[in-house]
């Protein structure tokens, strides 16, 4: 069975500061990989994914993730976060091997302070 | 603009009373789903359709009803028998029949709160 961990729940970070927010997941098979963003009260909107070819992600509001099969890990980064950055971010894994579902990580509240 | 809309955002339902909740998606795609989002937990399968006509239960669907008579609609009934429904509701649509190889379309979602 698939699994999905995000290390840290909450990271609070100074505006214009760089930022990491960790996913590690387990899977015995190969993986699609996955960072949504939620603001409050509202729908996820997809941040960026790694379906094959190079490890290095880029995404939307500067966003960029790395994936790193060894570690089986896939960390969000951005190296100057702005106040709207603040938000709930999702790491997600789906199976590629089968009509299998998405799993989500529990999620990191990331707070931009000014 | 296409787009996935859910309605209401908020509703409030006493408790024993069945509630159904509203998804509509014009972005012509042919899977859509149904999650249940409590904080800290992230988000949890209710029920996903691939086709018209036909659904699977998620990891969660116990206390929960389903139907896909339209490719666009995809309705959710809470019911009584759901022992602790107080919760967001996300509802997803996706382009191919796979959930694996597609991204996630949310809609904006619906707060439910039983009293």
């Known amino acids: 069975a698939q699994s999905v961990t995000q290390l840290d729940s909450q990271v609070p970070v100074f505006e214009e500061a760089p930022v990491e927010l960790r996913c590690n997941y387990s899977s015995s098979v190969s993986v699609y990989l996955f960072w949504y963003v939620q603001y409050p009260n509202q729908g996820l909107q997809l941040l960026l994914k790694?379906?094959?070819?190079?490890?290095l992600v880029k995404g939307i509001n500067g966003f960029e993730a790395e994936f790193n099969k060894s570690q089986t890990s896939f960390h969000l980064r951005k190296p100057s976060v702005h106040i709207s950055d603040t938000a709930e971010y999702f790491c997600?894994?789906?199976?590629?091997?089968?009509?299998?579902?998405?799993?989500f990580g529990p999620g990191t509240s990331l707070s931009v302070i000014p | 603009d296409g787009g996935i809309t859910q309605s209401p955002k908020y509703l409030f339902r006493k408790e024993g009373q069945n509630v159904t909740l509203s998804c509509e998606q014009n972005l012509n795609h042919d899977a859509m789903y149904w999650y249940r989002q409590d904080p800290g937990q992230g988000l949890r399968l209710i029920y996903y359709s691939q086709i018209v006509n036909d659904f699977q239960k998620g990891d969660i669907a116990e206390g929960y009803s389903v139907s896909r008579e339209k490719k666009e609609s995809f309705p959710l009934t809470v019911t009584s028998a759901q022992k602790n429904p107080t919760a967001f509701y996300l509802c997803?649509?996706?382009?191919?029949?796979?959930?694996?190889?597609?991204?996630?379309?949310f809609g904006p979602g619906t707060r439910l709160t039983v009293t």
């Open positions: 790694y379906l094959s070819g190079s490890t």
């Open positions: 997600a894994v789906s199976d590629k091997t089968s009509y299998d579902k998405v799993i």
């Open positions: 997803a649509s996706t382009r191919g029949p796979s959930l694996s190889t597609y991204e996630q379309y």
